[in-house]
């Protein structure tokens, strides 16, 4: 393993985020899929992030372009062993040293996987700035709200196919935690024993969305109108009596920068200030 590489390509969208929060700027990187929400090859919550504009695409983080990563001339190459195959993971240690680390759904970002990486690009201290500056902000966070753990929180993404609940391991689901909003029963996955950070649900168990809060992560609009017209949905109490939050959660990789630009939506949607206003079915 190269000591402060300097050539590195990631190909992992959880894995840049972490990169550039340690102000660590990639040689490339693995695209996401593209998207309405996300029309360029990187997740739009790094638009901002200082060195993305010099981040070369290498390919799908499955089937990464290995003629381009050669091209490169790396020193490192990081990515998910979620993504690597065996075959691929030969492929591209022809190319460089490269490290495999499990992202996929790891609750354990802040103790294992964001010190790991401070440590595999010689920046330690950058691991430890970035991750006590989340810290600050989700204390800042607690002070400003009072007491989180009176407000039920509750996450669902809504898919062409299918609806599911994001647990409390799920990305999301972890940020709730860290700053001590309350979770629906249901949504309580480790309690439950079930491994899982997110879990498909039939229609019978819609019940199980409600909260005081409920934050929708919609890839298909068509899909999430059929839940709108659905009685159990419009009979939820967080339907019925509140305003319904309807925010895009698409950041939901486990990283750095996207649990920093998911605070002040949770900040703003907990001090009801911050309204976005569905409509009721017609």
Known sequence: MPENPKKIMVLDPALLDITLALEVVPAGASPIFPSEDAPGPFPPYLEGAEGIGEVEEVGPAG???????????????????FYFDENVYEQLSEIAPTVALATYSNPMWKEEIVPL??????????????????????????????????????????????????????????????????????????????????????????????????????????AFESLRENELWRSLEAVRSSPEFSVNLSKKSLAVISRHNLLPLLRA??????????????
């Open 117 to 222: 990486v401070g440590e595999i690009y010689g920046a330690p201290e950058a691991a430890e700035d970035a991750l006590g500056d989340y810290e600050a902000r989700i204390e800042n966070l607690r002070s400003e709200l009072g007491v989180p753990e009176d407000i039920v929180v509750s996450i669902v993404s809504v898919f062409a196919d299918s609806i599911s609940l994001s647990g409390t391991i799920s990305p999301s689901g972890l940020v709730l935690g860290d700053i001590g909003f309350a979770r629906p029963e249901a949504q309580n996955f480790e309690l439950t024993g079930e491994d899982l950070s997110s879990l498909p649900i039939s229609e019978e168990r819609i019940p199980d969305m409600d909260g005081d809060e409920i934050f929708v992560y919609v890839t298909d609009m068509a």
């Open 63 to 81: 089937a990464p372009n290995l003629e381009s990563l050669a091209s490169f001339g790396p020193d490192l190459i990081v990515g998910s062993s």
């Open 269 to 282: 949607t907990a001090l009801r200030v911050f309204h976005v206003q569905v409509a009721p079915p017609r």
